[in-house]
């Protein structure tokens, strides 16, 4: 690696030496590569093996042997680009066996594609492009979205889009035309979403005198579709996303559809059947395929805050079919979310004031993710740069390669869409008419906290906001250097006005932020830099690119990326899992951490004793030497410190302002959280200028993987002491015939049996653990643990004593399990 120059047409602390000239192409400038050395040779390779093992019986349901990877990839980013990117059948000379087999399908397929519409100002820069492009993958400083590495340069369909974003209207063949669509979407392993508000209510006429069926209705056709597409062996399940506006005559049926459905769930559940997450008897329940939305304007929110009527209009000629409180329907909404998740909330008037294309239509929908807003019928090309690789060892952001960066990977994206194929004929046209972009990140959260700086806070948000606003500033520069070069997209001129605006928007509200510490200020100098260019550029030019920048969730590519959180998150957990080479695991604290510490300035023996306690806790409260007003650095999404809701809904607010669309993120509340809780998060997010928000409630949903709830809880009954009594207790044997249930386990290798028998009325009263090696001093150990436990259980110690003291507990065996509900354990 050699720092360099940059590539073309920078300005202030980023400059270049090329710029684009009108049709003349691209001069590209070496930043991560050195002249006359191939990436591949300056890093060393090393052979592995890829078995994944079937979770319940040991068996192997992928094997690849040999398959090649640079020495610093971790075993997880291996396994995930090996099963999921590697093309060709297993077993076959054609099936790849290395990552540069798969980086330059790609990336030669780029360098031909922008060689051929005119990109490069000469071979030699199409050749630095292709090394730049190369580098970054190899040494993962960022990742296309999953499409391109499924379909690009194979004899498939050249998709690269994931994002799709469909259109419905009032007529039986629209409605078919929905279902094929989505399906030939889903086919292709991406996600959909759609705006069911120009269908007729239910409560309005047909033309033949009938009444309409209403869109609800039609929603369980397309659910059973994406349910059935989904178990088809698609790359990836079935996603999508259903919009309805909340002035639409059914908006309560829809609001409540899904909880209702959550309640067959339970009542199925406590029936016996399997109703857990992918559960056998889950597919007899509706509308489980799809996240569900309702768009809101602010004349709704406006009525909600000053607690008036809202009325809701028929479709056809918009007349009021019905007055409701608006607060009341409001309430029903967070109702819902309460019980399901579901509903989640788009905001509309704000999605259309930061709108590029208004005077081609308006934004209606968004993809399943509801970070791709734009126009119907359109696709978007997503890729996420990783923002710890630009995070220097002193604590400085590298903000001129961050720079350099932002330019080649939208150079790339653009081109993509020369070469891309499309679903329908009506996706095609748009996307090639209007070529949607969307530029993200992963890795914030991880960078917050090696930087010591808390996700909730205002240093925090400073930072993230100026990095949003160089990267979209800098996207869109680049977009007017690329529209000098190959042209404007096709819809500009109509919308040339709309679009200038917005750029002056962004650059406006990038001015009105405060820049907090020395990384903020020197992001945000730039990011003035960067929209000041962008704007006089494209003022003269037009713009590439009708949009620029999305955060999208970045799943499985930020495993492809060894990122420690994905897109705009904040870490998970302190402590997680590493796979080792042969199959085991071992349980690490985050990098970060350490990082982090010594940043805050923290001797290395006191770094190595808090880190110490956070491997054994899993938290950082009480840990020696770490000071209180530190602790904010360490939260997480979850843990004994986890950062409060309105925490995620700030960050969302800080960075919003910096991206052409929106935000994939879901706003997690505790069980404990009550429905003015979600109506407070809801109307805060309108407030403080969102796109869209999601909220997830914990234990809200039957198939949750993970609770540690009690899911009854006793009424209090008031009761008058007559006399006090001494109690003892009395041992409540079982019967000789009890009822009982043995289950498997396996933990890091260790195999053994849980046996838990119970009283005929009910209530657990014996517990045996049986490890398979008898003998030995483990199983000796549980036998007498089995036996205290139960004891215990008949004199009347309650089950959740136990649970709550024996949680925690760390030691051998530990590691990943047979189980798919827990996938790790810290102890048998």
């Given at each position: ?36 050395v ?8 090393e ?9 319940r019986?040991?068996?192997i ?6 398959v090649?990877?640079p ?7 291996a ?5 999921k ?5 297993v077993g076959t ?6 990552l ?5 399908r790609?990336?030669?397929?780029y360098r031909r594609?922008g ?7 000469a071979p030699?820069?199409?050749e630095?492009?292709e ?15 999953s499409?391109v590495?499924?379909?690009v340069?194979?004899a498939?369909?050249?998709?690269v ?5 469909l259109?419905?209207d009032?007529?039986?063949d629209?409605i ?13 392993g991406s ?5 069911l ?11 033949s ?19 059935t597409?989904?178990?088809?062996g698609?790359?990836?399940r ?6 309805l506006?909340?002035?639409?005559p059914?908006?309560?049926?829809f609001?409540q ?16 059947f399997?109703?857990?997450l ?10 489980q ?9 602010g004349?709704f929110m ?6 008036a ?7 056809l000629d ?18 819902a979310a309460w019980e399901?998740?579901d ?7 704000v999605i ?8 081609t ?6 993809n ?6 734009h126009?119907?019928?359109?696709s978007?090309?997503l890729?996420s740069?990783n ?12 903000v001129?390669?961050?720079?350099r960066s ?6 790339a ?7 891309a ?8 046209e748009?996307?090639r ?5 969307g530029?993200?990140?992963?890795n ?6 090696a930087?010591?700086?808390?996700y ?7 930072v993230?906001a100026?990095i949003t ?9 680049r ?5 000098a070069a ?11 006005s709309a ?20 990384n ?5 100098k ?10 006089r ?45 042969g ?5 690490i604290v985050n990098q ?8 805050l300035g923290y ?12 491997a ?32 995620h809904?700030?960050?969302?607010s ?7 669309g929106?935000?994939?993120k ?5 069980e ?16 403080l200028?969102?796109k869209?928000l999601a909220?997830y ?5 039957v ?7 009690k899911?009854a809880t006793?009424?209090a ?5 007559e ?8 041992r ?20 053994g049996y849980?046996?838990?028998s ?6 657990l ?15 000796g ?8 436990v139960?004891i ?24 990943m ?8 354990a810290?102890?048998?």
């Amino acid at each position: 690696m050699t720092g360099a120059v940059g590539t073309s047409s920078g300005t202030g602390g980023a400059k270049g030496k090329g710029r684009a000239t009108t049709g003349g192409g691209l001069r590209v400038e070496r930043v991560w590569t050195t002249e006359g050395v191939h990436p591949y040779d300056e890093v060393s390779w090393e052979r592995r093996d890829v078995v994944m093992t079937n979770w319940r019986d040991g068996s192997i349901n992928f094997e690849q042997r040999g398959v090649e990877f640079p020495d610093f990839w971790s075993i997880n980013a291996a396994n995930i680009v090996t099963t999921k990117y590697f093309r060709g059948a297993v077993g076959t000379p054609e099936r790849e066996w290395s990552l540069r087999q798969l980086i330059d399908r790609v990336v030669l397929t780029y360098r031909r594609a922008g060689e051929e519409h005119g990109y490069f100002a000469a071979p030699a820069d199409a050749e630095v492009f292709e090394h730049e492009l190369t580098w970054m993958l190899l040494h993962q400083v960022f990742s296309f979205n999953s499409p391109v590495w499924f379909n690009v340069g194979t004899a498939s369909p050249q998709q690269v889009s994931a994002c799709f974003i469909l259109s419905v209207d009032d007529s039986m063949d629209s409605i078919l035309d929905w279902y094929k669509e989505e399906g030939l979407i889903f086919k292709g392993g991406s996600g959909s979403g759609v705006n069911l508000s120009r269908i007729r209510s239910s409560r309005e006429l047909l033309s033949s005198g009938g009444t309409a069926s209403g869109p609800v209705s039609f929603m369980r056709g397309a659910d059973a579709s994406a349910g059935t597409i989904k178990s088809g062996g698609a790359t990836r399940r079935a996603a999508k996303m259903v919009i309805l506006d909340v002035d639409h005559p059914d908006v309560v049926e829809f609001i409540q559809t899904k909880a209702r459905e959550e309640d067959k769930i339970r009542a199925l559940r406590d029936a016996g059947f399997d109703m857990d997450l992918g559960g056998a008897d889950i597919v007899s329940v509706q509308y489980q395929n799809a996240n569900n939305s309702v768009r809101v304007s602010g004349e709704f929110m406006r009525a909600v805050e000053d607690g008036a009527s809202f009325a809701l209009r028929a479709r056809l000629d918009g007349a009021v079919v019905d007055t409701v409180d608006a607060r009341d329907l409001f309430r029903q909404l967070a109702q819902a979310a309460w019980e399901c998740a579901d509903p989640g909330i788009q905001y509309d008037d704000v999605i259309n004031d930061w709108h590029t294309c208004p005077e081609t239509g308006r934004i209606t929908a968004s993809n399943p993710c509801s970070e791709y807003m734009h126009l119907d019928n359109s696709s978007c090309n997503l890729a996420s740069l990783n923002l710890m690789k630009f995070l220097r060892a002193d604590g400085g952001f590298e903000v001129a390669k961050f720079v350099r960066s932002v330019e080649l990977v939208i150079t790339a994206m653009d081109i993509s869409i020369c070469f891309a194929d499309f679903p329908t004929q009506k996706i095609g046209e748009t996307t090639r008419a209007y070529r949607q972009l969307g530029i993200g990140y992963a890795n914030l959260g991880a960078l917050l906290m090696a930087s010591g700086l808390p996700y909730d806070s205002e240093d925090g948000r400073s930072v993230a906001a100026g990095i949003t606003s160089v990267m979209t500033g800098t996207a869109y520069r680049r977009s007017a250097e690329l529209a000098a070069a190959v042209g404007a997209y096709d819809g500009y001129a109509r919308n040339a006005s709309a679009h200038q605006r917005v750029m002056r928007q962004h650059a406006d509200a990038s001015e009105r932020v405060p820049a907090r510490g020395a990384n903020a200020t020197a992001l945000f100098k730039e990011a003035t830099r960067q929209w000041q260019q962008g704007i006089r550029l494209g003022e003269k030019h037009g713009w590439r690119n009708s949009q620029a920048s999305v955060l999208a969730p970045t799943g499985t590519i930020g495993l492809m990326m060894d990122c420690d959180t994905t897109g705009v998150e904040p870490d998970l957990a302190l402590v997680k899992f590493k796979k080792l080479v042969g199959g085991g695991s071992m349980q690490i604290v985050n990098q970060t951490v350490p990082r982090a510490l010594r940043s805050l300035g923290y001797p290395e023996e006191q770094v190595e004793a808090i880190v110490e306690h956070i491997a054994e806790h899993g938290h950082v409260v009480g840990a020696p030497g770490l000071k209180t007003e530190h602790y904010p650095v360490f939260d997480c999404a979850m843990g004994e410190r986890s950062i409060a809701p309105m925490g995620h809904v700030r960050m969302m607010s800080a960075v919003q302002p910096f991206i052409s669309g929106a935000i994939s993120k879901t706003v997690n509340m505790p069980e404990s959280a009550t429905v003015e809780d979600i109506e407070k998060t809801y109307f805060e997010g309108w407030k403080l200028g969102l796109k869209a928000l999601a909220i997830y409630r914990d234990n809200c949903k039957v198939g949750q993987p993970l609770s540690a709830s009690k899911r009854a809880t006793d009424k209090a009954v008031e009761t008058k002491v007559e006399k006090v009594v001494e109690y003892r207790p009395v041992r409540k044997r079982l019967p000789k015939k009890r009822p009982s249930e043995t289950v498997s386990f396996s933990v890091a290798g260790a195999k053994g049996y849980l046996t838990a028998s119970s009283y005929p009325d009910d209530g657990l009263g014996e517990v045996f653990l049986k490890m398979s090696k008898q003998g030995s001093t483990l199983a000796g150990v549980m036998d007498a643990f089995s036996i205290a436990v139960s004891i215990g259980l008949q004199y009347g110690v309650p089950l959740e004593t136990y649970v709550s003291k024996f949680t925690n507990m760390r030691f051998e065996p530990a590691g990943m399990t047979d189980d798919s509900d827990i996938r790790m354990a810290t102890s048998v």
